[in-house]
DNA sequence: AAGACGCTCAACCGCCTAGGC
DNA sequence: TGCCTAGGCGGTTGAGCGTCT
């Protein structure tokens, strides 16, 4: 291990970049690739370390980058993958191409974290600071259940990651289903195949496989192999892979959630309104969200509601409403 | 006019992991 | 198997700028 040397050396300057070194570094990635950042700075001409020349590429002189101020969209898109992913603003910025995670972190850190906390949602949980007053609304069952598909969509996005990694040249299939419990709303779910065999075409194929799950796990031969959940509304299969019980028991948790509970209702209470984040972060009329007085408690709770729906609506993939984040 | 203050964001720091030897 | 290095990531800093008093 250890740390890597390469900016304690003395003499390599530091700080803000000029305009000369911006284009010395420039025309020699444009000429050469960046090649090894470690021997790039001197091969450039530049009294840099590697890791401040990768910096500045990558987050500022790369050309495939968009600048500017972010969209709506956009902030949408932070807001819902912060609520699932958390400050992993790598993964974050692979579904934002043109932003860097730098950029999305400072912007989250300036902008949307505070706008958050005016609402009264925690930035770092994204639940109300508040729950009690949601609660008697029944909301915090289906916050719960957030979190569970939280969990979920992440292990399916480290896992999609991870994926990405491992091989360009490995068949990577995406496609969601559903979970038909006669409620509308419906949790993403993925799954991946390397080459189908008969048994997962089968799988893919069948009515009742209403549920699926599968994660690739690379096997002792260094060949990813695939584990697979797969269920139905009637019948929860275990997944092959016991060290994955976190995952059994979450989805177990939220099947059951849904079939209990009567979810219909709860989602169908949450799924109101389609602009709720543009009103929410533009509503200087809720600046006092959060008071327990009249009106504006209303709007608090709207606000807070409408959060969560945009979260749901994001994580749902129905063709209808939702943007093709995925 | 000028000093204080707050905000933004480029850049750095320190840690972690993967891969080579 | 263990060490070393390069690259990547998230957290933090501080210079520069705008606004307020």
Redesign the pocket.
Known sequence: ????????KLGL?????TPEE?QKLLAYIEEHG???????PEKAGLH?????C???W???LRPDIK?G?FNLQEEQTIIQLHAL?????????THLPKR????I???W???LK?RLVKMGIDPVTHKPKNETPLSSLGLSKNAATLSHMAQWESARLEAEARLA??SKLLHYQSKTSSIHHGFTHKALITNWTTKPNEDQQQQLESPTSTVSFSEMKESSNGIPTKIEFVGSSTDLTLMKEPENDWINSTIHEFAATQMAEGIEEGFTGLLLGGDSLERSFSGDKNETAGESSGGDCNNYYEDNKNYLDSIFSFVDPSPSDSPPMF
């Open positions: 291990m250890g740390r890597s040397p390469c900016c304690d300057k530091k700080g803000p970049w911006d960046h090649g090894s950042w470690r021997s790039l840099r370390c590697g890791k401040s990768r910096l500045r990558t987050n500022y600048r101020k992913l958390g400050n992993r603003w790598s993964a974050i910025a860097t995670d730098n950029e972190k400072n912007y850190n300036t902008h505070k990694r491992e």
